[in-house]
């Protein structure tokens, strides 16, 4: 293992590793027995990891009723954060027991990331219940501890029987945009399920936008979170979401669940900004919008999202 990652980070790459807290992980991988998960080797195997140079560790919570008796996440994630630290190798640790206790109020102490959904499929309808779960837990999130939505798919969870170089997308391009945008919004680890050597246009034109990496990365470290929902003429299809800037600027997302395309307004007064200058920036097409006084206005497709950078100029 150590040579794998060694040749790993020859590429430029970090290393990640999945375990379990309980007996078994959550699959076999096709194999025709269970996978050891860490329960009982907590620090065996953090020392192991460490000493292959492992960068990121996810540990899964299936397999965890032992002897009749159902552990407790708060104690198994505590005890193989403490076995981490112990190696003095800095490990990236995300924890993931699904969001089903509220992971984000009290799994800071422990984790550097914590699953806040259930799992994301590459359909529409599970990519919709993920953010919505995201819609208001941003304040948890920040330096040191996040909110993490499940892997992002952008263009296909792959084919079953697999062909080696072949796709089977479950969502639109427009609504991939739509997904990586709000897990930017969300600040959000971007952690990508994909071959990286064998990448589709839609996926470089997703993944390789620095215009959002440049969000995702922002200094100031805040995640975003819905700051207005409305109907439109469908019920709850139009959403703004807003992440705050190191500028003083917003990254902001018109967001359109609905089936129709929609006109979504963003009035400037939501971010505490009235009769000023704003400058938008489009995002996706990399370019200025204009600068506008009271609000913006975009048609946004269905399933669509058009995210902008507003900024608004002091006065002279």
């Not at 800071?108 to 359909?123: E, L, P």
């Not at 469908?234 to 600027?249: Q, Y």
């Not at 009769?275 to 919008?289: C, G, I, Q, S």
Request: aromatic share 12%; charged share 20%.
């Amino acid at each position: 293992m150590k040579s794998v990652i060694d040749y790993v980070h020859s590429q430029g790459l970090k290393f990640g590793l999945y375990t379990d807290a309980g007996v078994n992980t959550c699959s076999t991988g096709g194999r025709p027995h269970p996978i050891p998960g860490s329960y009982g080797h907590y620090e065996q195997d953090a020392k192991t990891y460490a000493s292959w140079g492992v960068d990121y560790v996810k540990m899964d919570w299936c397999s965890t009723r032992v002897n009749g008796t159902q552990l407790e996440p708060e104690v198994q994630y505590a005890q193989m954060s403490k076995a981490l630290n112990s190696t003095g190798r800095p490990i990236f640790f995300l924890s993931c027991e699904w969001g089903v206790d509220e992971p984000w109020k009290w799994m800071r102490q422990f984790t550097n990331a914590w699953r806040s959904t259930g799992d994301h499929r590459d359909k529409w309808a599970s990519t919709t219940y993920v953010i919505n779960q995201m819609a208001e837990i941003q304040d948890y999130a920040g330096p040191g501890g996040w909110n993490y939505m499940d892997f992002l798919m952008t263009g296909g969870e792959g084919c079953k029987p697999y062909v080696p170089g072949h796709r089977c997308p479950g969502q639109t391009d427009v609504e991939y945009r739509t997904e990586f945008t709000m897990w930017v919004i969300a600040a959000s680890p971007l952690i990508v399920a994909t071959d990286i050597r064998n990448m589709s246009a839609i996926q470089k034109e997703i993944l390789y936008n620095k215009d959002l990496l440049a969000v995702h990365q922002d200094k100031l470290a805040r995640a975003g979170g819905r700051i207005a929902n409305w109907s439109c003429s469908e019920p709850n299809a139009c959403e703004i979401w807003a992440k705050p800037l190191f500028d003083g600027s917003y990254a902001v997302a018109l967001y359109n669940k609905g089936i129709l395309s929609h006109n979504i307004t963003l009035n400037f007064s939501v971010l505490g900004w009235k009769n000023l200058p704003v400058t938008v920036y489009d995002l996706w097409a990399h370019k200025n919008l204009g600068t506008f006084q009271t609000a913006f206005i975009a048609n946004v497709p269905s399933h669509g999202v058009v995210a902008v950078k507003v900024k608004f100029q002091s006065p002279s």
